[in-house]
């Protein structure tokens, strides 16, 4: 990929980002890569046979990883009457599942390395909003009961992969990052990128499919609420919530607005709001909170 990919005035954004998928299909750009000890750790826990004694060994070899662990299992989503004392009992509160979630987040956070002070910024401000959407996402499921938090969790974590990947790609490219190039391929082509990495890191397909359709807020794609019901009511309210001025329709507009049970489509207490995120604010925000 030449240095100035990215900078060259006469390239247009549909030339970059085929430029880019091409060398992202093709294996000729540095796609964020999972730490070593995170895939071995995502392997224990996908291999019936391996044990909690063996995932919690692997993760004991990554002291950050083990404090991050610890630490959330404070929040209210996890917590117990009777707080866990060791990694073992960090890992057995949790459930491998959670687990696995987590371990993703900790690692999304260190992926792409950092340098430049604009880079830098955009980076922390969308590791904010992904943990908005993870904290919103994993209170919503444990509400509706109709699917596992921590998958709704990691669902919602993965939503910025694409973004990520262009940073990523951008920075290692040129030593030049140009902010407006960077958002509009975001807002143009991340979610097609962000596609081609899941694909590439064997993620449940149901999840790369809520990355690629989330924010298409009249679609849905079951009778029933489904995940990437529960991603829209995430995604939107994290706009609310990150936003200044947010653009977005009426909340009862949404087709995952329609599928909620009767008493939970409510949106009275504050304007564009579901009642059950704004009463419990407090809750969401103690979440986001304990993700460091």
């Known amino acids: 990929m030449p240095d100035s990919l990215y900078s060259d005035p006469d390239l247009s954004l549909e030339k970059i980002f085929k430029e880019l998928l091409d060398n992202v299909l093709s294996g000729d750009v540095k796609l964020p890569s999972l730490p070593d000890v995170t895939m071995k750790v995502r392997a224990a826990i996908a291999d019936d046979n391996s044990t909690t004694a063996e995932v919690t060994n692997l993760i004991a070899k990554d002291p950050a990883m083990t404090a991050y662990l610890v630490q959330t299992a404070s929040s209210p989503i996890y917590r117990r009457a009777v707080p866990p004392k060791t990694l073992t009992d960090v890992v057995n509160m949790l459930g491998l599942s959670a687990t696995n979630s987590l371990v993703m987040l900790h690692s999304a956070r260190n992926m792409v390395e950092i340098k430049n002070s604009a880079a830098r910024k955009i980076f922390q401000h969308t590791w904010e909003r992904l943990v908005v959407k993870a904290s919103v996402g994993a209170f919503l499921a444990q ?12 669902a919602m974590l993965l939503t910025e992969v694409g973004s ?20 509009l391929m975001c807002r143009h082509y991340s979610k097609k990128i962000g596609g081609a990495v899941l694909r590439k890191w064997e993620v449940d397909r149901g999840i790369t499919e809520v990355m690629e359709k989330s ?21 939107y309210h994290t706009v609310r919530m990150t936003v200044d001025e947010p653009v977005l329709p009426e909340l009862d507009t949404l087709a995952a607005f329609q599928k909620l049970p009767e008493a939970m489509r409510k949106s009275e207490f504050e304007e564009g709001w579901l009642d059950l995120l704004s009463e419990n604010r407090e809750e969401v925000d103690e979440i986001v909170r304990s993700f460091g």
């Open 143 to 154: 509400r509706l009961k109709v699917l596992p938090f921590d998958y709704v969790q990691l």
């Open 164 to 183: 990520l990947t262009v940073l990523s790609a951008m920075l290692d490219s040129s030593e030049d990052f140009d902010s407006s190039t960077y958002f």
């Open 215 to 235: 924010g298409q807020w009249d679609y849905t794609q079951e009778d029933q609420i489904g995940l990437l019901d529960i991603a829209n009511l995430t995604i």
